[in-house]
């Protein structure tokens, strides 16, 4: 008779490796810098939509609200 083993005998020990205090925050240190990341650019774009318009246009900002342009008609490009 044959007894498979999967590594956990009755007298035998695991040994795992502990985890380190780096691989443990680290997540929450990405997390923490997207959060960051995300909060600066809101922030730049509001400071960027409360400039005057002629002053966004200058710099080649996008309005908030994009202008629809009206549709030629054939007659106009002949």
């Known amino acids: 008779m044959t007894l ?3 590594g956990t005998t009755a007298g035998s020990r695991t ?3 502990p985890l380190s205090l780096a691989a443990l925050t680290a997540p929450l240190a990405s997390a923490a810098t997207q959060l960051r990341r995300w909060h600066d650019r809101r922030r730049t774009e509001r ?4 400039m005057p318009l002629d ?3 200058d710099i080649g900002w ?3 609200i994009p202008q629809q342009r009206p549709a030629r008609s054939a007659r106009s490009r002949a």
């Open 4 to 6: 498979a083993s999967f």
């Open 15 to 17: 040994f795992r490796r």
């Open 47 to 50: 400071a960027l939509e409360g």
């Open 55 to 57: 002053l966004r246009k």
């Open 62 to 64: 996008p309005s908030a």
